[in-house]
């Protein structure tokens, strides 16, 4: 299955800045998927990302304050714009495997906002 | 709507005990089932899936899960866990609605003790 590398690891940001988390799949992939996991609580999508295309946000998530790019087939970032406490959550980076439906995971990002 | 409940939050066992993990979901439309495992400070890694034929489905690291379609369950089973077994257990839904959804449990905390 796809290897993903993710990074950040983690990161402490001041609020009202914004953080980039990148996300490189060592094999092309068609759709990328964001997901936010508050402290705590189970995985929401915020959005899924198509190559040449706008990304398509869940209810709740909006472009402006989580721009996504996909430039090509193997990369992709979300941005987390104008922080609050709020958006301190573990983000996740994840694509569709190999062997048809389930997905691979980036291993997070740690996001504290202070 | 579609909804996953998995029915523990936190599992306490002893090691070289048996555990089940449960989960219930509901769905208007056809399902696949999957069970993640999220060790700390990780991604989410695919435990095993059910996408269709038997039931009774074998993942990686000893564990199995059985899909029970009127009992709407899909619960996760190992005969004897270890000391590394410890970490959240997710059980998620795609839904076969033409874009495959994936929905997640709350997740559940295994307390693996010597």
């Known amino acids: 299955s796809a290897v993903i590398s993710q990074k950040p690891s983690r990161d402490i940001c001041q609020r009202g800045t914004s953080l980039t988390i990148q996300c490189q799949v060592d094999?092309?992939?068609?759709?990328m998927f964001w997901y936010r996991q508050q402290p705590g609580q189970s995985l929401t999508l915020i959005a899924t990302a198509n190559q040449g295309s706008e990304a398509t946000y869940e209810s709740g998530f909006v472009i402006d304050k989580f721009p996504i790019s996909r430039p090509n087939l193997t990369f992709s970032t979300l941005t987390v714009s104008n922080m609050s406490p709020e958006d301190s959550s573990i983000y996740l980076c994840?694509?569709?495997?190999?062997?048809?439906?389930?997905?691979?995971f980036g291993s997070g990002t740690r996001l504290t906002v202070v | 709507a579609q909804s996953v409940t998995q029915l523990d939050s936190q599992v306490p066992v002893f090691e070289e005990a048996p555990v089940e993990l449960r989960c219930n979901y509901s769905?208007?439309?056809?399902?696949?089932l999957f069970w993640y495992v999220q060790y700390p400070n990780q991604g989410l890694q695919l435990l095993l899936k059910y996408l269709s034929g038997s039931t009774l489905v074998k993942g990686i690291n000893g564990f199995e899960a059985e899909f029970n379609k009127s009992q709407t369950s899909f619960h996760l089973r190992k005969p004897s866990v270890h000391i590394s077994d410890t970490a959240e257990y997710f059980c998620a839904v795609s839904l076969n609605t033409g874009g495959f959804k994936t929905i997640f449990g709350a997740g559940t905390r295994l307390f693996v003790k010597a």
């Open positions: 769905s208007s439309v056809s399902v696949y």
């Open positions: 094999s092309q992939v068609t759709m």
């Open positions: 994840s694509v569709e495997t190999d062997s048809f439906y389930g997905y691979t």
